[in-house]
């Protein structure tokens, strides 16, 4: 089993900033990739950015490019979402989730571990 919990969610200004930070544990080595995902009310859950577990590859969704910054803690056992320049359509449930094996793992079906979820709420 893999445990995740997320924390850093609190409500920000338009155009502010915000780092997500995920705690994992159990098997984290068996992980291939973390990601992270959010979730609007009434809205499906989007993906957000992703990065492999051994190599440290991103990837990101259109719309948080060259806002929002993935990466590894030095210890591998925390992921980080640095989240800047944030926007009112940025507010929702942020969600860490790890994938176990080989994949694009940009959508949310193919993850097996999820988080808890942490609020993050963008004012006008």
């Known amino acids: 089993q893999v445990q995740l919990v997320e924390s850093g969610g609190g409500l920000v200004q338009a155009g502010g900033s915000l780092r997500l930070s995920c705690a994992a544990s159990g098997r984290t080595f068996s992980s291939y990739a973390m990601g992270w995902f959010r979730q609007a009310p009434g809205k499906e859950r989007e993906f957000v950015a992703r990065i492999t577990w051994s190599g440290g590859i991103t990837r990101y969704a259109d719309s948080v490019k060259g806002r929002f910054t993935i990466s590894r803690g030095n210890a591998k056992n925390t992921v980080y979402l640095q989240m800047n320049s944030l926007k009112p359509e940025d507010t929702a449930v942020y969600y860490c989730?790890?994938?176990?094996?080989?994949?694009?793992?940009?959508?949310?079906?193919?993850?097996?571990?999820w988080g808890q979820g942490t609020q993050v709420t963008v004012s006008s």
């Open positions: 989730a790890a994938r176990l094996g080989p994949g694009l793992a940009t959508m949310a079906m193919e993850y097996d571990y």
